[in-house]
């Protein structure tokens, strides 16, 4: 049976998977089985941000599983306590409690945003305030987290205490916290799974203001946008605000799960023995790796973060068949007057992996791909959105 036959066979059908099988890849290239090349500009939706087996991230988890794979959460370990620490210098946050994907990340984020209003507004304060055409995950609070209809369905109930604002409309913010008890809100400074929609400046700064107003949390999810993707290293940066909270998973590990939720002054000891846990959170592996990511998350990759997302849009302009393009660093969405779904085609069989995002085609490249890669990528997507 072909390993495409096989995984139709017995894996749950909840992929609609493209009909490729990949079995190794170095940094932004990808090989099928037959051994034919492509370049990537997806790593995994966002999670190989240095590309596929990449020597130092190698060299940091294969040394890590050598000594130490997994123990308890009841026993300290090194890897976790350093990873801790840096996200917490590097970001100003007080604490971090780490799990293994980004639904888990937010999860916890809800859990603390609710549990810090009760302890200090006093029960009936646990509304969370979204966003309209957000993604928040797949468990069924993040799904009721998710400001999108289509999410809301065939597995209810879901759990109440999530309302919708409009991105980018304070007044529909306002609205919503006058006439709920709001605990926080909760949003993703580039929509991602939305569309790779940025949120205004004055929006967030707005947010923020009324959060402060109405003595709400604020909860940036920075899942997808987090750990340098947007060319900062986490995308409220750009805006100069303080979250009270932040989720943070794909990219963090460079291609290990691990989720994050980083806890500012307010929550900092909201979280106590018993209120929280996960067997695998905090991984040795995933902390070593996470380690070896952000420690190469400087300003000069920074830099080079920039000039390749600049590089890209540049190319874009004026290309006959780009409708608009949005986003932010290495996290950028195409409209295209094909349907995206034709691009993504054409570009696999020229040998370019590309995503979508509800309409648009998506880039989400590996942090560093070599320049060369990129120029020859953009070549031949340029191609499949003309022809
Ligand atoms: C991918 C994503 C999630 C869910 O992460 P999982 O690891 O799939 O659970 C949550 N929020 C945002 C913004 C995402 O992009």
New binding site residues.
Partial sequence: MSIINKDKEYVAGTYARFPLEISEGNGALMYDEEGNEYIDLGSG?AVNSFGVADDEWLEAITVQASMLGHTSNLYYTKPCADLAEMLCSRTGMKKVFFSN????A?ECAIKAARLWALKNKGEGNSTIITLKNS????TIT?LAATGQDTFHTDFGPFPEGFVYAEANNLYSVKELAENNNCAAIMM?TVQ??GGVYVLDDDFVKGVCKIAKEKNMLVII?E??TGNGRTGKLYSYMHYGITPDIVST??GLAGGLPL?CTMLGEKVQDILTPGSHGSTFGGNPICCAGALSILSRLDDVMFEEINKRSEYIVSRLNGVKGVKSVSGRGLMLGIECEKPAKDVIASAMAKGVLVLSAKTKVRLLPPLNIPFELLEMAMDKLVEAIEE
């Fill in positions: 939706i994907s980004g639904a888990e937010n993604f928040h995950g797949r993040t993703e991602g799974e999810d899942v997808q998973a794909k989720g």
